[in-house]
C-alpha cells in the first residue's frame, strides 16, 4: 500500500501563483507516472498533469505555459507549480500514482482545495 499525501492547495486572486507537492509514503522503485487530476463542481475529473519516472510530462492544453509538474523519484515526490492562476482553475486536485507492476496498482491522494477568486 501506498500513502499519497498532498499539501499547498488554498485561496489566491487571479493571475497568482500556488505550489502543490505530492508525496508517497515510501519509495517506488518500479516505473510508474505520478500526476495531478482536478475536479470541480459539477465536472469530471481531468488530469492536469504526469510526469514519468523516467521524466516525461504532460499536460492538458488548457495549463501548458502556466502550470509546471517536477518529481524527485528518489523520494516518490511529485511538485505542480501553477502560475498565471484563473478561475476556471479552481477545483479539487488530486495527486495520483499508477505503478507498472503486473497488478497495475493505482493510488489517490485525499485531495487539496485550489479556490481562485477573479
Known amino acids: 500500500q501506498v500513502q499519497l499525501v498532498e499539501s499547498g492547495g488554498g485561496l489566491v486572486q487571479a493571475g497568482g501563483s500556488l505550489r502543490l507537492s505530492c508525496a508517497a509514503s515510501r519509495r517506488i522503485f518500479s516505473r510508474n507516472v505520478m500526476g495531478w487530476y482536478r475536479q470541480a463542481p459539477g465536472k469530471e475529473r481531468e488530469l492536469v498533469a504526469s510526469i514519468s519516472s523516467s521524466g516525461s510530462t504532460n499536460y492538458v492544453d488548457s495549463v501548458k505555459g502556466r502550470f509546471t509538474i517536477s518529481g524527485d523519484g528518489a523520494k516518490s515526490t511529485v511538485y505542480l507549480q501553477m502560475n498565471s492562476l484563473k478561475s476556471e482553475d479552481t477545483a479539487v486536485y488530486y495527486c495520483?500514482?499508477?505503478?507498472?507492476?503486473?497488478?497495475?496498482?493505482?493510488?489517490w491522494g485525499q485531495g487539496t482545495q485550489v479556490t481562485v477568486s477573479s
Open positions: 495520483n500514482m499508477k505503478i507498472y507492476n503486473p497488478d497495475g496498482d493505482q493510488y
